[in-house]
């Protein structure tokens, strides 16, 4: 991947706008629903008003169990959505303003914004500390205590369209007690829900927007870069959760997502997605918001290969799901990017060359242009991809088993130029099935969940 040096741009722009004010949030509950708003200021030059809102529906407590429930989780809120423009300038100084916190909250903020904000600096390549990054002064002294809400023991699964959230529906989303939840909703989401049987009405949405005065500092040059999606839409779900009244959030992240994307650091483009996050996040909700709610990963002690193994056996999926995210305007897969190239990798040991085909629209194995993806992916190249793709061992193990399974007919491209390549005379001497059938014990399922995954996986037939 492409570096840009921003070091010089990143110490101008911190001694141009030497603070970042969280001004303000207002939110409104509505016969139309719950909105939401901050008013963020950069340096007195510059200031964004980004919004939220979640339509009623029949799922929504009764106004007078929750009108006056929103001030901490609302505030919570404001504090992740500002990391998308405080990073436009990297600030020294963050100034909050509507609520106190805790030094342990502060420490807990820096860490999160320092980490989820890795890959950012990183190919920017601005050299900088989590001591230093940022100060953060706090300016009010009201304190929001966490509150026990007597939540119901009902759970919400968030779904981005992609293959890992329809596991989680398919497997979970059948009892009375569930409901899915979707953050600006595009096609591939939706499908994915009525798929499994939802309508419209019986889906939890979030429209978020950003303010297009940030689109324009970046056009114009300030940093810019990925940000920690995953922790907005955590703190969105405990919302979510508190409307609605459920106590369960079951997301769809795997253990492959722990892996340093720049190996032997600690960056990692899916941070948020982490277990160390979802450890982090748990603990911080309890403490400082409430301890009523269950934010968890069912599918975290699988890997790649076992979501992959699983998802293979959901055909109605298959026409509808979506990954790519330079597609995912037009709801399309590109042919072209590493989570295109990744996720047909993972699932080609379980569906055959004519179904992958009809799925990626091309055969992604004979396209030799598709070689430097393909070398990161596999480990070939010093860097894995700055995108959601699992682990270099997992690439390669399914790279090995899908080989095999040609037997002796003709290798597509990449195929073939992988058989002759140091990773395959490694990765192929180990048991694929053997590896199918290891569930992690890195998780925070609760009693029964495990149970449903440890129960998936009969001996592998190759």
Not at 140 to 154: G, I, M, R, T, Y
Not at 315 to 331: I, L, Q
Request: with cysteine; proline share 5%.
């Amino acid at each position: 991947m492409a570096r840009s040096s921003r070091q010089t741009t990143f110490l101008q722009l911190r001694e141009k706008f030497p603070f970042f004010t969280f001004e303000k949030q207002e939110y409104e509950l509505t016969a139309l629903g719950l909105h939401i708003c901050f008013t963020f200021n950069l340096g007195d030059q510059h200031k964004f008003y980004p919004t939220l809102f979640i339509p009623r529906k029949s799922f929504f407590l009764a106004d007078e169990k929750i009108a006056n429930s929103f001030d901490n989780i609302v505030f919570h809120l404001g504090m992740i959505e500002l990391v998308s423009y405080w990073k436009a300038t990297c600030s020294p100084t963050l100034i909050i303003k509507p609520f106190g916190l805790h030094p342990d909250q502060i420490a807990w903020w820096k860490k999160l914004y320092f980490h989820g904000l890795g890959e950012f600096f990183y190919l920017n390549s601005i050299d900088t500390s989590e001591d230093s990054f940022m100060d953060v002064k706090v300016a009010s002294q009201v304190f929001l205590p966490a509150e026990n809400f007597h939540l119901e023991d009902k759970m919400l699964i968030p779904v981005g369209g992609g293959k890992d959230s329809a596991v989680t529906l398919e497997l979970l989303g059948a009892g009375p007690g569930c409901l899915p939840l979707i953050m600006n909703a595009r096609g591939a989401s939706l499908a994915t829900i009525y798929a499994k049987g939802f309508s419209g009405n019986q889906l939890v949405e979030i429209q978020r927007t950003i303010d297009p005065a940030l689109l324009k500092l970046n056009e114009q040059g300030f940093l810019n870069g990925h940000t920690p999606f995953s922790a907005m839409l955590a703190f969105v779900t405990v919302l979510a959760a508190i409307v609605a009244g459920y106590r369960n959030i079951a997301l769809s992240n795997e253990s492959s997502a722990s892996e340093a994307t720049i190996a032997g650091t600690q960056i990692n483009h899916q941070y948020s997605k982490s277990f160390q996050f979802e450890s982090d996040f748990r603990e911080y909700v309890k403490r400082w918001i409430s301890p009523d709610i269950n934010y968890f990963s069912f599918l975290r002690p699988l890997n790649e290969l076992q979501i992959a193994y699983l998802f293979a056996q959901f055909p109605k999926y298959h026409p509808v799901f979506k990954s790519c995210n330079a597609g995912s305007k037009t709801d399309s897969w590109c042919g072209i990017c590493a989570k295109c190239l990744f996720t047909c990798i993972i699932l080609s040991p379980f569906l055959d060359e004519g179904k992958l085909v009809e799925i990626f629209g091309k055969n992604l194995f004979a396209d030799d242009s598709l070689k430097p993806i393909f070398d990161q992916l596999t480990g070939i190249a010093d860097e894995k991809p700055f995108d959601c793709v699992g682990t270099i061992g997992e690439v390669n193990l399914a790279l090995c088993e899908t080989i095999r399974r040609f037997k002796e007919a003709k290798l597509p491209f990449l195929l073939e130029y992988y058989r002759n390549s140091e990773p395959f005379s490694r990765y192929d001497k180990i048991d694929f099935g053997r590896e199918l059938g290891r569930i992690s014990e890195e998780h925070h399922l609760i009693p029964g969940f495990l149970d449903i995954l440890e129960n998936l996986y009969p001996a592998y037939d190759h």
